[in-house]
C-alpha cells in the first residue's frame, strides 16, 4: 500500500513515443519474457497469474499507488456492472454477451495526421502491454480494484500523431441496437460518448484496457477495448470503444448530455464535493459490508493533480 515517488513504471517519454521502439515492440516483449527487457516495457515487476490468458511478457507494474490493494473478486465485479447499452441496472452481465467483438476495428480520425481504421489485434501487437492493478470509484458511491491488462493510452496518442491544434480526444462506444436494444431509447443521447484533454490522455496513468484478471476482457466489462481513468469517476471510463477523434473543440459526452449539472466534464473525484443529490465523501467497496472514506482524486492526487493546479475552486473540476 506504499508509494515511493520515483517508480520503475515512471517510462522513459523516449521509451514510450519512440518510432524505432514501436516498429519493435514484439522483439521487446520476447526481451522482456526473458527477463531482459522488462524495465523497457515499463517497469514489469511481478509476473502476469500462472492462468493469463495473455502472453508472460505482460508483467504486473507493482509501482502504481495501490499497486498492493485487495483484489475485489472477480465473481462480484463481473456481475455487478454499469453498462446501460445493456440496461439501466447492475445485472447486465448476461445480456451484454450479445455483444459482438470479433471482428472489431478501431477507428482514429480528425485533428491526426492520417485517419486509420485499425483492427483490435494488430493494435494490441503494437502496444506495450503491462498489468496495472487500479481502483475505480463509481459516481454513485461504490468502487472496486482490478487487475487490469492493457496499454498506456499515451502511446496510443503518439502512434495517431495528432495534429498541434487537437487539445481534446473524444471516444466513441459501438452504436448497433440489434446487439444493444437499449440504444433504441430515443431519449438517451447514444452512442456513449466521452471527452477528456489531450493533456489528461499522455498522463501515465490513463490506460486502454483489452484484459483484466488474466483474462481477455470479458464483454460486460467493456470488450475488446475500454478506457481506464482512475482518478476520475467511473462514467468517464467508457467502454467498447470503437471511434477516437482528436479535436480542437471538447465535445459533450453522453451523461453531460442527459445531465450536465449532475455530471460534468472533468469529473475528478473529491469526497468534498458532493453530487447533487448524495454525498461523496465515503464509498461502499463491492464485495464488503463498511462503506471507507473516499480520497481525493481516489488516492492518485500525487500522479493527476499538477494537471488541474489553479482549477481547485471551480466546482467543474469535480463533478
Ligand atoms: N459504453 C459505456 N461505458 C461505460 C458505461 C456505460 O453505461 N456504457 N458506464 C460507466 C460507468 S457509470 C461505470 S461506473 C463503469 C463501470 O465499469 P464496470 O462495469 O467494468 O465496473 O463503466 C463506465 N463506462
Ligand atoms: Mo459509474
Redesign the pocket.
Known sequence: MHYHRRESWMMNENQATDEHLFVNRRQLMVGAAAGVGAGLIGGAALAAPAESQFSPAIGRASGFPHASTPITPEAI?ST??????FGSSKSISQEAQALKTDPWTLTIDGDVEQEITIDIDTLMSRMPMQERVYR?R???GWS?V?PWVGFPLKDLVAMAAPLSKARYVRFE?FYDTETAPEQKASWLPW??TESITINEATNDLAMLVVGAYGKVLHK???APL?LHLPWK????????ISRITFGTARSKS?WEELNGNEYGFWANVNPEVPHPRWSQATEKPLGQDERVPTALFNGYGEQVAGMYAGMEGDRATWF
Not at 80 to 85: A, H, L, T
Not at 233 to 240: A, D, L
Request: aromatic letters at 28%.
Open positions: 465485479n455487478y456492472n454499469n453498462f446501460y447499452e475505480h463509481c459516481v454513485e472496486m482490478i462506444t452512442p456513449y460486460q466489462f467493456g475500454r469517476y467511473g462514467f468517464k471510463s467508457i467502454k467498447s453522453f
